[in-house]
């Protein structure tokens, strides 16, 4: 008896048909779905999770109650884009620089530094403190830090219009006399990274990636 000629009794009926197309097209998601995992780097003693590679660096700092595998949803897609995103764990503007040092020694050529709510203040203080760590910032729902001190490089504000946290915002923005700063108050009232958890989270990426490719 030849079995590799042995028929699948179930294979015309549709329900067969249609669990093999299923598991076609999810073999092919897969393939397509750029990187799963990030791989944990230690630059300067500081743990920082690294997606992709590019010219394009950004580096991102949390907010308080979150962590640096909480951006792996952006960081995938602007992996995917071609940027190398690195995410910091500790929530100092040492760590940040350090995060920055590393992505530029992996060979990116230009290096935004996104911060929000909390994590604004360690990348605040790590630009104003030296002007080679960014070439842009952008500060989500920033909540601390010395705007006034980035006077070399351009900043990107983005907060929610109705978040608590909107007037100081504002305030901080109008108190940053000579930098170079635009502040963009999006729809809704989620404040930091809670912004990705609503409608506006698209846009926020998309803001990122352009800026950081400006």
């Not at 015309?12 to 791989?39: D, I, N, Q």
């Not at 590019?54 to 949803?73: C, N, P, T």
Request: with cysteine.
């Amino acid at each position: 008896m030849n079995l590799g000629s042995r028929r699948n009794p179930n294979a015309s009926s549709p329900l067969y048909l249609v669990l093999v197309a299923v598991s076609v097209l999810g073999c092919s998601r897969g393939h397509e779905s750029g990187p799963t995992t990030a791989e944990t780097v230690t630059p300067g003693g500081s743990t920082v999770l690294v997606w992709g590679n590019g010219r394009q660096g950004v580096v991102l700092a949390h907010g308080a109650s979150y962590d640096a595998a909480s951006w792996e949803d952006q960081a995938r897609v602007m992996a995917d884009q071609g940027i190398a995103v690195a995410a910091v764990e500790e929530l100092s503007a040492a760590a940040v620089a350090d995060a920055a040092g590393f992505l530029r020694a992996e060979g990116s050529t230009k290096v935004t530094l996104v911060g929000s709510s909390a994590g604004a203040a360690s990348v605040i203080e790590a630009a104003g403190s030296d002007p080679a760590v960014a070439d842009g910032l952008v500060l989500l729902s920033p909540a601390g830090g010395d705007l006034g001190s980035v006077d070399s490089v351009p900043v990107l504000v983005l907060y929610s219009q109705d978040e608590s946290y909107a007037d100081g915002v504002e305030s901080m923005v109008a108190a940053a006399s000579g930098v170079d700063v635009e502040a963009r108050a999006l729809p809704g009232d989620r404040h930091g990274q809670g912004i990705f958890n609503g409608d506006q989270a698209d846009a926020v990426v998309d803001a990122i990636v352009e800026y950081a490719g400006r």
